[in-house]
């Protein structure tokens, strides 16, 4: 959780103002604006399939910030996000088919619904820390699961809820290419959003929590409201990355929100590190993308002995969880610090070359 | 009202109960000894399972000698991961070391699925008898082997930490691990051994339920149910394990017939353990047994 960043020489901070910048350096806006017009201008040499996995990308990524904001910048642990992500995708759905709101408006108003769960469920992480939490989470993610199977008004029962697409002043963002866009708009707001909320009193009493919640309390910061706060903050970006998801797929399942998703988020963040914002999005990059090349690997081995010894074409998805399991176990004791952390090294070395110590 | 179906449930609900209350043991033993809450215990009891199953099946062994085989291999199981996946993570935060053991229970439910498939396959029968008959109740050979089964791991822990040098040697780390060190206990062997026998143990509990209900992914869930026994009988207390164990199936199996009776919820009975679990955090974090953490500045 380290906050290195490196600065040209000569370069001193007189106001508080220029020392809580988001980009302290003029390339660092440079890179921003370059990175959002490459994405803006991907539809241009990226096919369907690239561009749905970059959509996937941002909408997990947004959801992922959230959880990020809780666990890496408030300390609080959570098992049960992919249930959040999952009322967030049922609720716009719902809230569009019931009370006939506009999508643009529905993805918003999903996140305020799964927010305001969100609390009602970090309620217990007032009093509870560390793995207690975990725990309670834990029941949360399980409670909700059967609250889908259940609620056929909410979800659509076992059958699943079917989701209309997006439409602005009468243009429908029903494919990749337009919907990226959407993606796009929510990624900048929403990270925008977070980078601003470390800037601000609240966001500087989160981090005190998790830094030492004691010295926090004595300091005036309200711990049963920073936690609950937290847990408000993580919902809501988890409500509208599950919104996107549901407009993005036009169908939602009810067995797609388990576990095993909760603890893809979680190794999100780890991987791509605990308490970075930027680091939020790799993560979900490579989570994302790890599937693919374990995809790949196996193709490339397909129809060879290995292929037929080792039953890789039939059993793809085993491998995929396997895969999951071994980066986060294989981050968590090589690089704990995330991707975020090494891709720091990897600016400090170029910027220091060839002179690095 | 139908009382045979009450009965025979509560008769289901104590030895269930029980068998929790052996993998909340086991629980607890890594938690109290090396402070690592193992979110991969269910992944024990499948492990376990499989590998004995496939001594049996594959080998063709008999079953004392690929039971002993199992625990074998347990034993060097528990001892790697200790020594290769948490070792490292010494000293790191609650986080990631509960992140490392979650990643290890993927893994291994994945490992398992991609080795033996996903469909529950049957144990080579292994009495002769498969039912009795105790007290007018139809009840299968097994689960009072199981029973008998749960009760032994149970004191033999009870002989274990109040008898054994290893056993005392262990509660002295738990209890100050400086302490401990000072007396001559050497730290990290109590680590790797708390391991090593919490997978056997656990891998035991995952065998009898095999034998019962055919060895399959679902194994796994019993290590995610052992959250509501702990924490109901508080996280560092062996005895709490056991009753909160019993009571987790009880309660369980109650509310299986609440519902069949008149509630017809479908599988409420599943979940409810679940909803006891918040409640309890709610109202009694620490629960019955466990020590209350009193933070002084």
């Given amino acids: 959780m380290a906050t290195v960043s490196l600065l040209p020489a000569g370069d001193y901070r007189t106001t508080y103002r220029a020392d809580t910048t988001i980009f302290p350096t003029r390339n660092s806006r440079i890179a921003l604006w370059l990175g959002i017009a490459l994405v803006a201008a991907s539809p241009l040499f990226f096919g369907r399939y690239e561009l749905s996995l970059l959509i996937n990308i941002g909408i997990l990524g947004i959801a992922a910030l959230g959880l990020n904001i809780l666990v890496g910048f408030t300390g609080q642990i959570s098992i049960g996000h992919a249930a959040f992500f999952g009322v967030g995708a049922f609720a716009s759905a719902w809230l569009h088919d019931r009370f006939l709101i506009p999508v643009w408006a529905c993805i918003p108003l999903a996140g305020l619904i799964t927010a305001v769960v969100g609390i009602v469920f970090g309620a217990p992480a007032a009093r509870l820390k560390g793995l207690y939490l975990a725990i309670a989470t834990l029941a949360a993610q399980f409670i909700l699961e059967d609250f889908f199977a259940r609620s056929a008004w909410f979800t659509g029962g076992v059958a699943g809820r079917i989701t209309e697409p997006l439409t602005l002043f009468g243009f429908a963002f029903d494919r990749e290419e337009s919907y990226l866009y959407v993606v796009l708009f929510y990624v900048v707001l929403m990270y925008l959003a977070a980078a601003n909320l470390m800037r601000t ?75 970075s914002i930027m680091g939020s999005l790799m993560g979900a990059a490579f989570m994302v993308l790890l599937p693919e090349v374990v995809q790949t690997a196996a193709e490339a081995l397909a129809g060879g002995a290995i292929d037929r010894a080792l039953k890789l074409g039939a059993s793809i998805s085993y491998l995929r969880e396997m895969a999951i399991g071994a980066a986060i176990i294989a981050f968590l004791i090589f690089e704990p610090d995330g991707l975020a952390h090494r891709w720091r090294l990897v600016k400090a070395y170029w910027k220091l070359y060839p002179y690095s110590h | ?144 082997a199981s029973l008998g089964i749960s009760l032994l791991i149970m004191l033999g822990f009870a002989w274990f930490f109040t008898s054994s040098k290893h056993g005392l040697a262990m509660r002295a780390t738990a209890f100050d691990q400086q302490v401990a060190q000072s007396l001559g206990v050497s730290v990290p062997k109590v680590f790797a051994m708390s391991w090593a026998i919490s997978a056997v143990v656990s891998a035991v509990a995952g065998v009898v339920v095999g034998v019962v209900n055919g060895v399959s992914s679902a194994l796994s869930f019993y290590g995610i149910k052992v959250f509501p026994a702990v924490i109901l009988g508080g996280l560092d207390s062996i005895l709490g394990a056991v009753l909160g164990g019993v009571i ?44 209350k953490n009193i933070e002084r500045v």
């Fill in chain 2, 1 to 144: 009202m139908d009382l045979t179906l009450l009965f025979q449930l509560t008769l289901n609900g104590l030895i269930v109960g029980a068998l929790y209350g052996v993998v909340a043991m086991s629980f607890v033993l890594i938690y109290k000894a090396s402070q690592v809450v193992n979110f991969a215990q269910g992944e024990f009891l499948l492990v376990g399972a499989w590998v004995c199953w496939w001594f049996l099946t594959e080998w063709q062994l008999p079953f004392w000698l690929g039971f002993l085989f199992t625990l074998a291999f347990m034993t060097v199981f528990g001892l790697v991961l200790q020594v290769v996946v948490l070792r490292p993570l010494i000293g790191e935060p609650v986080i990631s070391v509960i992140m490392a053991t979650i990643g290890l229970g993927i893994f291994f439910q994945a490992l398992m699925k991609w080795i033996f498939g996903v469909f529950a396959k049957p144990f080579p029968p292994i009495f002769e008898t498969e039912r009795v008959s105790v007290l007018g109740l139809d009840v299968q050979t097994v689960y009072l």
């Fill in chain 2, 248 to 291: 987790i199936g009880l309660l369980e199996n109650w509310a299986h017939y609440l519902d069949s009776q008149w509630l017809n919820w479908g599988n409420m009975f599943q979940i409810a353990p679940f909803y006891a679990l918040v409640l309890i955090l709610l109202l009694k974090p620490y629960g019955l047994f466990g020590t």
């Fill in chain 1, 201 to 275: 009193r609240d966001g500087r009493a989160l981090v005190a929590v998790r830094d030492h919640y004691l010295s926090a309390e004595i300091m005036g910061i309200n711990l049963a409201y920073y936690r609950t706060l937290s847990f408000g903050i993580a919902s809501l970006y988890a409500g509208i990355g599950g919104a996107l998801y549901a407009h993005y797929l036009m169908f939602v399942s009810v067995e797609a929100f388990n576990i095993l998703f909760s603890i893809q988020f979680l190794g999100m963040v780890i991987i791509g590190g605990l308490g």
